[in-house]
Structures are given as structure tokens and as C-alpha cells.
């Protein structure tokens, strides 16, 4: 690659006088598109005695707008990293028009054990790992921590659209779904929302926003179009969540004029039957009385009534007794249940959105 600079003298600035002043466009060998800055300052003769250079002036071009997608933010969801991976053999150079930050995994201390928390490093979470002092408090200086830095200094300044791509693990089983959290400004939410929909999953879901340390969260606190979404679930590659995964990023790339190309809906968001639930109520959980076994009775997806029996739980050591039936809490529709059937007391085991368009 040829780079052509001023022809006046220059020198590369540091530290606090540092000047953005070329954005460079890089192929890297795996393919991935990344915007590479360059901060030099125009320089001239002074006239002095020591013929020190001076600042001239200095040319500034910071592009603060682009879109990055994340997967693997926990290690044992794979719809995420496997539509990202195959994103980066698929988009051509020649049609990128502004910054694409693609990241299969972000997390590969836990992608590496295939659990949700790094496991073999410093057994933190990394989606509870974006809180003050990430990285730089001594006491929150590991590898997971440090990731969370480094989205923070490296990724946030990059990026105006956040895709952070995530499955049910062996946790809970999803109805397909992309998610945020309630958004006061109306002009965010509506670009929230329509960046949700055309990942053309059956359900859009906003949720609460109390849990401390998510990625997500604070993205959206910055000011980020984001979104997050659950393709999956029993640690497995789904079909469909791929698709969806591949959808939502090549849709917000080029609606979002960072990608040249044409996107049209699929799924859910092309046949009209998407839905939009909310779960921020904590009526919306059921979670188990007692440790047991999980019967699903109706599957992700449907309709329900308060007081309708979405699974049974089972106490194998009273085998006389019948499964502790698993009620709706709310009115609306069944947007996860446990997927083990295994379940520790206290677990959340159905949950039901409250539908809202």
C-alpha cells in the first residue's frame, strides 16, 4: 500500500498532542476491514537560530461513526461467532464505505474452556465486567477485565451501532429474539428498534436494565444504536439464529451507509408476524420453589394467559407426587424457558413478555 503525505516536513505527534489526521483503510489477513489512524502534524520552519520545526497547522479527520458486531461474549454461545466468521470471507473491500469492526470472539479465555465465564483465567463474567474501574483497578486488572478496557478505550470512540450477538448457552431456551433496553430518547429508540427488526427474528424484546456491568448497557448510556440478541441455545450452531446473526449485520451496515449493497427483510420482519414483548416487570419471571427436573408444556413463542401452565416442575424423590405446574405470571407470550432439565431452586424457569406491538 502507497501512503502519500504532505510534502512539508512532519513529524508523528504523542501522548496528549496527539492529532488524528489520515484514516487509512486496511485489509488485514483474515479479512477483516478495520480504519486505521494516523496522527501527524504539518510542520514548518520556524526561522530561528535552531531551525526548530513549529506547528503549522493540522488537518483533522475523525470519523466517529461505524458498526461493530461482537460474538462470543460468552464462550459457549456459537450462533454469534459463526455468522461473524463467515462475514469476514464474505464482504469485499470495495464495497465498504465506512468503518466495520467485526469481532467473532471477544472472549477467548471463555471461548477457549466453552463456558460463559472465563473459567481458566479469572472466573468473571464478561457481560458483568463493564463496571467503573475495569482494567485499571488493581483488584479488576484481570484478562476479563482488561477486554472490557479495551472495548472501552479502543471500540466505543470507533463505533455508532453496537451488535452484541448472544445464545441461551445451556441456560434458557429463547424464542429467537433481538433485545434492548428501554431508551428515553425517542429519536435512539425508533433507530434501536428498527435496527432490531431487521435481524428478522419472530420477537423483539426490551428488557430491564438493572443488571450491573453490561456491555450492552453501556453502550447504550453512550448514546450507541444497540442491540443484542439470543440465536440460540444448548451450546449448538442453529441454523436459523446464523442467518439472523448474518441478517442484522449486513442490514444495519448498509442502512447505515457503511457497507454499499441492497438488504431485504427476511423472516418475521418480511411475513409481518413479529412481535414486541416486554419483560422489565419481575411478574414476567417464574422461577422454581425447589430443585427439580423441567417438563416444557408450551413452546417458546406462544400466546398465554396469566395462570396457564407453561411446563411442570418435577421432585424425583416424591415420584407419587404430580409436577409442580409453571405458571404465567402475565398475560402475553413465552419468550424463554430453562433448557436443561435440570434446575437449581430459585432459577428462573418460564418466562413470559408482555406483548406490546
Same mark, same amino acid.
Given at each position: 500500500?502507497?501512503?502519500?503525505?504532505? &510534502?512539508?516536513?512532519?513529524?508523528?505527534?504523542?501522548?496528549?498532542?496527539?492529532?488524528?489526521?489520515?484514516?487509512?483503510?486496511?485489509?488485514?489477513? #483474515? %479479512?477483516?476491514?478495520? #480504519?486505521?489512524?494516523?496522527?501527524?502534524?504539518? #510542520?514548518?520552519?520556524?526561522?530561528?537560530? !535552531?531551525? /526548530?520545526?513549529?506547528?503549522? %497547522?493540522?488537518?483533522?479527520?475523525?470519523?466517529? /461513526?461505524?458498526?461493530?458486531?461482537?460474538?462470543?461474549?460468552? %464462550?459457549?454461545?456459537?450462533?454469534?461467532?459463526?455468522?461473524?466468521?463467515?462475514?469476514?470471507?464474505? +464482504?469485499?473491500?470495495?464495497?465498504?464505505? *465506512?468503518?466495520?469492526?467485526?469481532?467473532?470472539?471477544?472472549?477467548?479465555?471463555?471461548?477457549?474452556?466453552?463456558?460463559?465465564?472465563?473459567?481458566? $483465567?479469572?472466573?468473571?463474567?464478561?457481560?458483568?465486567?463493564?463496571? !467503573?474501574?475495569? *482494567? !485499571?483497578?488493581? $483488584?479488576?486488572?484481570? +484478562?476479563?477485565?482488561?477486554?472490557?478496557?479495551?472495548?472501552?478505550?479502543?471500540?466505543?470512540?470507533?463505533?455508532?451501532?453496537?451488535?452484541?450477538?448472544?445464545?441461551?448457552?445451556?441456560?434458557? /431456551?429463547?424464542?429467537? @429474539?433481538?433485545?434492548?433496553?428501554?431508551?428515553?430518547?425517542?429519536?435512539?429508540?425508533?433507530?434501536?428498534?428498527? $435496527?432490531? /427488526?431487521?435481524?428478522?427474528?419472530? #420477537?423483539?424484546?426490551?428488557?430491564?436494565?438493572?443488571?450491573?456491568?453490561?456491555?450492552?448497557?453501556?453502550?447504550? &448510556?453512550?448514546?450507541?444504536?444497540?442491540?443484542?440478541?439470543?440465536?440460540?441455545?444448548?451450546?449448538?450452531?442453529?441454523?436459523?439464529?446464523?442467518?439472523?446473526?448474518?441478517?442484522? +449485520?449486513?442490514?444495519?451496515?448498509?442502512?447505515? *451507509?457503511?457497507?454499499?449493497?441492497?438488504?431485504?427483510?427476511? %423472516?418475521?420482519?418480511?411475513?409481518?408476524?413479529?412481535?414486541?414483548?416486554?419483560?422489565?416487570?419481575?411478574? @414476567?419471571?417464574?422461577?422454581?420453589?425447589?430443585?427439580?427436573?423441567? !417438563?416444557e408444556v408450551l413452546p417458546c413463542g406462544t400466546r398465554?394467559?396469566?395462570?396457564?401452565?407453561?411446563? &411442570?416442575?418435577?421432585?424425583?424423590?416424591? +415420584?407419587?407426587?404430580?409436577?409442580?405446574?409453571?405458571?404465567?405470571?402475565?398475560?402475553?407470550?413465552?419468550?424463554?424457558?430453562?433448557?436443561?432439565?435440570?434446575?437449581? &431452586? *430459585?432459577?428462573?424457569?418460564? @418466562?413470559?413478555?408482555?406483548?406490546?406491538?
Amino acid at each position: 500500500m502507497r501512503f502519500l503525505w504532505p &510534502r512539508v516536513a512532519y513529524r508523528p505527534l504523542i501522548g496528549p498532542t496527539f492529532f488524528p489526521v489520515y484514516v487509512l483503510v486496511l485489509k488485514l489477513a #483474515l %479479512g477483516l476491514t478495520v #480504519l486505521v489512524t494516523a496522527g501527524f502534524a504539518i #510542520l514548518g520552519p520556524t526561522g530561528d537560530a !535552531e531551525s /526548530r520545526p513549529r506547528l503549522l %497547522g493540522v488537518l483533522t479527520f475523525l470519523i466517529q /461513526r461505524g458498526l461493530v458486531a461482537f460474538g462470543s461474549t460468552h %464462550g459457549n454461545e456459537y450462533e454469534g461467532p459463526t455468522a461473524i466468521k463467515n462475514l469476514l470471507g464474505e +464482504i469485499k473491500l470495495e464495497d465498504v464505505q *465506512g468503518r466495520i469492526i467485526l469481532v467473532p470472539v471477544l472472549n477467548p479465555e471463555a471461548f477457549r474452556t466453552g463456558t460463559r465465564d472465563s473459567v481458566g $483465567a479469572d472466573r468473571v463474567n464478561l457481560n458483568r465486567a463493564f463496571v !467503573e474501574g475495569a *482494567g !485499571e483497578n488493581r $483488584a479488576l486488572a484481570g +484478562i476479563t477485565h482488561r477486554i472490557a478496557q479495551f472495548v472501552r478505550r479502543h471500540i466505543w470512540p470507533h463505533a455508532h451501532i453496537v451488535l452484541d450477538l448472544h445464545s441461551g448457552g445451556n441456560q434458557i /431456551r429463547f424464542d429467537l @429474539c433481538a433485545s434492548f433496553h428501554p431508551i428515553a430518547d425517542p429519536e435512539l429508540a425508533k433507530a434501536t428498534e428498527d $435496527a432490531a /427488526r431487521w435481524f428478522g427474528v419472530p #420477537l423483539i424484546m426490551v428488557y430491564q436494565n438493572l443488571t450491573p456491568g453490561l456491555l450492552t448497557s453501556e453502550a447504550e &448510556r453512550l448514546g450507541k444504536i444497540t442491540v443484542g440478541t439470543e440465536l440460540g441455545w444448548g451450546e449448538a450452531v442453529n441454523r436459523e439464529g446464523v442467518a439472523f446473526g448474518r441478517q442484522g +449485520i449486513l442490514a444495519a451496515a448498509v442502512r447505515h *451507509g457503511q457497507l454499499r449493497g441492497e438488504v431485504k427483510p427476511i %423472516g418475521a420482519h418480511a411475513n409481518g408476524t413479529q412481535k414486541m414483548a416486554t419483560i422489565v416487570d419481575a411478574d @414476567c419471571y417464574t422461577s422454581a420453589p425447589f430443585e427439580g427436573h423441567y !417438563e416444557e408444556v408450551l413452546p417458546c413463542g406462544t400466546r398465554v394467559k396469566k395462570g396457564d401452565i407453561a411446563g &411442570r416442575l418435577h421432585d424425583f424423590d416424591r +415420584i407419587d407426587e404430580p409436577g409442580w405446574p409453571v405458571r404465567a405470571g402475565v398475560d402475553g407470550v413465552i419468550v424463554g424457558q430453562a433448557w436443561g432439565a435440570r434446575v437449581i &431452586r *430459585g432459577q428462573h424457569i418460564v @418466562c413470559v413478555g408482555q406483548v406490546i406491538g
